[in-house]
């Protein structure tokens, strides 16, 4: 391969490289700027590219599929929480448009090495990964590390490689082609959600080994830095409240969101103070009693069935216990992330990262399991097996209530007892799922394919959405949720657009077109559902900048007035304002909303919600008591702010032209042949 010297001053290389593990070509290439004017970097340049070069129809897990690694274009400019790494594929969960996003160090090192992505395409015969360095690009012999779990394969990759370079890996989980499998980096941090483990499990391509050295120039370094100054000048000046609101506030927080149709606030000042004390583990308990949590596999209610003597023991103050050190990934001040030492309990652990809330979920309230240490344990067989908690989560709570109504009995799993709570039976299923072992194997391809598989009538307990489980926020304390988990191309995912993050971004005041968001802190209004969408919409644009941009959400949700847009006009020497980048954000959506609908599936059919979540039946005590949300009219709500046709899902010609779209009106209209 040629050597990658482009001089360049925009934050971004303008190169990609195609890997084609068929033949073992490797090539980069090189793109106009305009693409990056049009849909930035990240999850916009992924979209792009997969949009032009992806056929419709092909098997996600056949060598047809496009695997890309997207750096952020803030990644690595000097900007603040900007080290999050895109993974762009056809989903094998879905069968749609498939994304996952993850922090850690990998995604610097990766644009380092001179290019903003990484795509592969076909399938290698045998075992390889990639190494990456500012002059080499070589696909290497991987068969000695397959079945390796992904802490070891990192740790023998760094071995070899130094201490320094970074690496992305898939274990075991991926390697057997589960379709709830994740990309692991950082020894445990990992893009988990659309099933794209297996996609790299399909290709063999067992890891990418980043080592580059180059910084990427921008176009204006002294407004970068002055503008993270100032963000963290004012973040600083809040510390005094922060003290106000400090410790001790967890009982009460339990207490307050308990009613939380009164106070269901979490102001931005709050969440980093929890943030940056206890990671996002800081709602774990606050979550099981205001109803955020879906309990007892979305059938129960938090404060009854999982009451908050049980949630305490898996909390955020349970947690923190065994922290040894905060853990940040790349250029973050705030720290939410740590690592743990487990030395009591029946499953030590010497060193892990802190558990997310989404698995302590996943694991806890919705299995009706407080046992914190095999909790733990889960989390370690997880990361190292390369597998989303939260389908994992859903898989086991699925089997849970099919056993527990006689759908399935001893027999069909090798004499579990699968009760509610039962740790031991809990953590056996999971080991079971992970080598896809009797049950397990069914289980390992996600709830809806499970119950296809086992029949008898375990689809009424299979909750997904469009076949992915959905995250551990319930959309009846926040249908915010559930607008996002059934209009979202990426369904069942938590965050890209709820209620609860426009009150923390406060986008109108950073977006003229956000102005028309309706007050969404008056609760009174939660369950009105004629004027969300546009609210709704304007958030999932903004999260498609940060995509994007390669930030962290958390950034965005902490106060201090987040410069997003200044800092890509700093790092580009684009001149745009906000409102300009809020249609970049919607140009990204639409363009994942196209992939869907190209490969044949109509999310308002394909992606329709389990009853349990939008609360048909409703729920009979508890905070979301008698709440059966109106689906129907919050998707009409998101899609009449896209211009999509109510029916189809399909955007207006005008509106896709606005948008500068063109391109993909003949393969939506069916004119002409893509
Ligand atoms: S806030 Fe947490 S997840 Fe986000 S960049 Fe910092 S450590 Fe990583």
């Known amino acids: 391969m040629a050597e990658n010297n482009l001089p360049n001053g925009k934050g971004y290389w303008g190169r990609i490289l195609w890997v084609d593990l068929s033949s073992g070509k490797i090539t980069f290439e090189d793109l106009d700027d305009a693409l990056y004017e049009k849909f930035l970097s990240g999850a916009g340049l992924g979209a792009k590219i997969l949009w032009d070069r992806l056929p419709a129809g092909i098997d996600p897990l056949g060598p047809e599929n496009i695997l890309g690694f997207t750096t952020g274009l803030l990644t690595d400019t000097g900007t603040l929480f900007s080290g999050r790494f895109t993974v762009v594929g056809?989903?094998?969960?879905?069968?749609?448009?498939?994304?996952?996003?993850?922090?850690?160090?990998?995604?610097?090192?990766l644009k380092r090495s001179g290019f903003d992505a990484l795509f592969f395409s076909g399938a290698a015969e045998r075992p390889v990964y990639l190494y990456l360095d500012d002059r080499t690009a070589e696909l290497r012999e991987a068969s000695d590390l397959w079945g390796a779990d992904t802490l070891e394969t990192e740790t023998r990759l760094k071995e070899r490689y130094g201490p320094r370079v970074q690496v992305a890996?898939?274990?075991?989980?991926?390697e057997k082609l589960s379709r709830i499998s994740g990309i692991v980096t950082d020894r445990g941090r990992i893009a988990a959600r659309s099933g794209l483990g297996a996609v790299m499990g399909a290709k063999r391509l067992k890891a990418v080994v980043a080592a580059g050295t180059r910084r990427v120039g921008v176009a204006d370094r002294r407004q970068i830095n002055r503008l993270a100054k100032e963000f963290q000048e004012r973040l600083a000046g809040k510390k005094g409240l922060q003290r106000f609101l400090t410790d001790g506030l967890m009982g009460m927080m339990g207490r307050i969101t308990r009613h939380s149709r009164i106070f269901p606030r979490q102001p931005a000042d709050l969440w980093r103070l929890l943030l940056s004390k206890f990671g996002t583990t800081a709602i774990t308990a606050m979550s099981a009693e205001s109803g955020d949590s879906p309990i007892k596999n979305w059938g129960g209610v938090g404060y009854l069935d999982f009451p908050l003597s049980r949630s305490q023991k898996i909390g955020a103050e349970a947690v923190l216990k065994y922290e040894t050190k905060k853990y940040g990934c790349f250029s973050c001040p705030l720290h939410c992330g740590g690592l743990l030492k487990i030395e009591a309990g029946p499953y030590p652990i010497p060193e892990m990262h802190k558990i997310e809330y989404e698995t302590l979920g996943a694991f806890g309230g919705l299995l009706l399991n407080d046992d914190l240490f095999t909790i733990f344990k889960i989390n370690d067989l997880l990361n190292r097996a390369g597998m989303d908690s939260i389908s994992c989560g859903g898989a086991v709570a699925f089997a849970l209530e099919c056993f527990e109504n006689g759908i399935l009995t001893s027999a069909d799993t090798d004499g579990l007892e699968l009760r509610w709570g039962n740790a031991p039976a809990i953590l056996q299923l999971t080991e079971?799922?992970?080598?896809?072992?009797?049950?397990?194997?069914t289980l390992a391809d996600g709830v809806k394919r499970a119950a296809e598989k086992i029949g008898r009538g375990s689809e009424r307990f299979a909750v997904h959405c469009g076949g992915v489980e959905p995250a551990m926020h319930d959309p009846k304390f926040d249908p915010g949720f559930g607008t996002a988990y059934a209009c979202e191309a990426a369904p069942g995912r938590h965050t890209v657009s709820s209620y609860t993050y426009l009150d923390l971004q406060v986008l109108e005041k950073k977006f003229k077109k956000a102005k028309k968001i309706p007050s969404l802190t008056t609760y009174k209004e939660k369950y009105r559902t004629d004027n969300k969408g546009e609210a709704l919409a304007v958030n999932g644009f903004f999260k498609m900048l940060i995509d994007g941009a390669g930030v962290c959400l958390f950034g965005t949700q902490i106060g201090g007035n987040f410069p997003l847009t200044e800092w890509i006009?700093?790092?580009?020497?684009?001149?745009?304002?906000?409102?300009?980048?809020?249609?970049?954000?919607?140009?990204?959506?639409?363009?994942?909303?196209?992939?869907?609908?190209?490969?044949?599936?109509?999310?308002?059919?394909?992606?329709?919600?389990?009853?349990?979540?939008?609360?048909?039946?409703?729920?009979?005590?508890?905070?979301?008591?008698?709440?059966?949300?109106?689906?129907?009219?919050?998707?009409?709500?998101?899609?009449?702010?896209?211009?999509?046709?109510?029916?189809?899902?399909?955007?207006?010609?005008?509106?896709?032209?606005?948008?500068?779209?063109?391109e993909i009106i003949p393969v939506l209209y069916g004119e002409g042949h893509h």
Do not use: V
């Open 90 to 109: 056809k989903s094998p969960l879905s069968g749609g448009w498939g994304d996952a996003n993850a922090g850690g160090y990998f995604s610097p090192w």
């Open 432 to 441: 079971k799922i992970i080598s896809r072992q009797g049950l397990g194997d």
């Open 569 to 662: 006009n700093a790092a580009t020497g684009w001149q745009r304002l906000p409102d300009d980048y809020l249609a970049t954000g919607e140009r990204i959506a639409q363009l994942r909303q196209a992939f869907n609908l190209r490969e044949g599936l109509n999310p308002k059919k394909d992606f329709r919600l389990h009853p349990r979540i939008y609360g048909d039946p409703p729920l009979p005590k508890g905070p979301a008591k008698g709440i059966t949300l109106d689906m129907e009219a919050l998707t009409n709500g998101y899609y009449q702010a896209l211009h999509w046709d109510p029916a189809t899902g399909r955007a207006e010609k005008e509106h896709l032209i606005a948008l500068g779209l063109e």
């Open 169 to 174: 890996c898939i274990g075991p989980a991926g």
